[in-house]
Structures are given as structure tokens and as C-alpha cells.
């Protein structure tokens, strides 16, 4: 493993303290409110885990993929928001569904919509990049 690797990894890791905090509130606002899915120990803990352990994988993907350093006042802060709020976006639109009885094609539309936000990311740095 590179050093540079290694040390993506390393500040992905510390990051994921933040996507458990997210994934906790996220999923405890979802699980008290819902009947959907059973409250218990493997629900509130294991989906704010999964859903830590998945961002945090995306993140090293995406990193060692671009090169950026998604990190606030650098070339990839954009897509570091574009992210956050895709994931936040997401918890307000699972929400919507499971609480209040939403049909789950709006999850589509949301996929739909974050990948155009995706798509508009990239043409806006292709064209940064040649200037």
C-alpha cells in the first residue's frame, strides 16, 4: 500500500467519526418514527455503522479516484458539499418515505437529481481545468 494510500485511509477513517454522528441522528430520527423497521440493538446501531462504513469506503474511492482532497477550502470542497448534502438529502427523503407514507419513487427522482448534481460537478471542474 502506497503512503499516500495509506494515509487517505487514515484521514477517511477519522472522518467516519462524522458519518456515524450523522447515521446515528438519522437513523434514531427514522426508527422512533417509524414501524416500518423494528427498533432494536442490530437496527440502531448496525445501520449507522453500515452507513459509516459505506461513506467512508465511497470516500477513499472517491479520493483515490480524483486525486482531491474533499476537504473545505480546496479544489474538491465542492464535491465534499455535494456529498454531505446528498447524504443528508437522503435521511430527509428515507424519512419521507418510511414516516410519511411517501411513495418510493421519489427515492428515484432523488437518484436521479443527485447524479445530475454529479454530472454538473463534473463539467464545472472540466471546464476549471482548461481555463
Known amino acids: 500500500m502506497k503512503p499516500d494510500t495509506r494515509e487517505i485511509i487514515n484521514e ?3 472522518r ?3 458519518w456515524l454522528a450523522i447515521g446515528l441522528f438519522g437513523w434514531s430520527l427514522i426508527l422512533t418514527s417509524t414501524d416500518v423497521l423494528a427498533a432494536s440493538a442490530l437496527t440502531a446501531l448496525g445501520l449507522p455503522l453500515l452507513t459509516a462504513a459505506v461513506l467512508a469506503a465511497l470516500m477513499v474511492g472517491i479520493r483515490l479516484a480524483t486525486g482531491l482532497e474533499l476537504k473545505a477550502k480546496t479544489e474538491g470542497s465542492q464535491l465534499l458539499w455535494l456529498i454531505v448534502g446528498s447524504v443528508l438529502g437522503g435521511f430527509v427523503v428515507l424519512y419521507d418515505v418510511l414516516v410519511n407514507g411517501r411513495g418510493p419513487l421519489i427515492i428515484l427522482g432523488y437518484a436521479v437529481a443527485v447524479g445530475f448534481g454529479v454530472l454538473i460537478w463534473r463539467v464545472a471542474r472540466r471546464q ?3 481555463v
Open 128 to 130: 476549471q481545468s482548461t
Open 12 to 14: 477517511e477513517l477519522w
Open 16 to 18: 467516519s467519526v462524522v
